[in-house]
């Protein structure tokens, strides 16, 4: 499984982007690329997943790097309800067998 | 469209104790999950399913664990006896497929407390 980093916070104004990155250098070439959050006493959500291209959904961008060595997820707005835990989580193949880290905790400021 | 489903949502049990947690996962998915997560270690996978059947028990920490799957529609996990290292958030999660590509939707979760 590979690992990955993140910055262990960020501070993110209302309604400015915010660029949420993780470093997966050792993933392999068919592990998919998750992002879940997890609001304050709730279960994880999914936000997005990708493989190479970048993707879009009504809740975020994933910029996917050329090398898949790393990975950005973008926030376009944020709002208050965007703080939270998120988590970047490369997956195997075959499996979701999905390892969590410790992942980023998003401040957004009013 | 029902999420998936945990209960209880809170359990406190005595040291000792039989513990059951209960999972119905959205209708139509065929993978469901078992996590726990605890401020020291964060979110771990307990064990995964696949079609009712286990397929990854590996996360599962010792044998007062177990987990079982009797039907598409629901699923338990069972500790006995319970001890308080135990206490934790445990979530049940589930996908329409067994492939990395496939998202996973949580539940509640239910928070378990021994004393």
Not at chain 1, 29 to 44: F, N, V
Request: hydrophobic fraction near 30%.
């Amino acid at each position: 499984d590979a690992k990955t980093t993140q910055p262990n916070s960020m501070e993110s104004n209302e309604e400015e982007p915010v660029h949420l990155p993780c470093n997966h250098s050792t993933i392999s070439g068919t592990d998919y690329i998750h992002w879940y959050r997890q609001l304050p006493s709730q279960g994880p959500e999914y936000v997005i997943h990708g493989l190479t291209s970048n993707v879009n959904n009504r809740m975020a961008s994933l910029a996917i790097a050329e090398d898949r060595k790393s990975s950005t997820l973008i926030l376009h707005r944020a709002t208050l309800r965007d703080a939270a835990v998120y988590y970047c989580i490369p997956s195997e193949y075959n499996f979701n067998k999905f390892y969590f880290g410790s992942g980023t905790k998003l401040n957004v400021k009013p | 469209d029902a999420g998936v489903i945990q209960s209880p949502r809170h359990e406190v049990t005595e040291m000792g104790q039989e513990v059951t947690l209960r999972c119905k996962p959205i209708s139509g998915h065929n993978s469901l999950f078992w996590y726990r997560q605890t401020m020291m270690r964060g979110l771990e996978l307990l064990i995964y399913f696949n079609n009712n059947v286990p397929i990854d028990d590996s996360g599962m920490p010792e044998d007062r664990f177990s987990a079982k799957m009797p039907n598409a529609s629901f699923s338990t996990l069972k500790i006995q006896p319970s001890e308080p290292r135990d206490s934790a958030v445990y979530f049940c999660a589930s996908s329409f497929g067994q492939g990395s590509s496939y998202e996973q939707y949580f539940g509640p979760g239910t928070r378990l407390t021994v004393t």
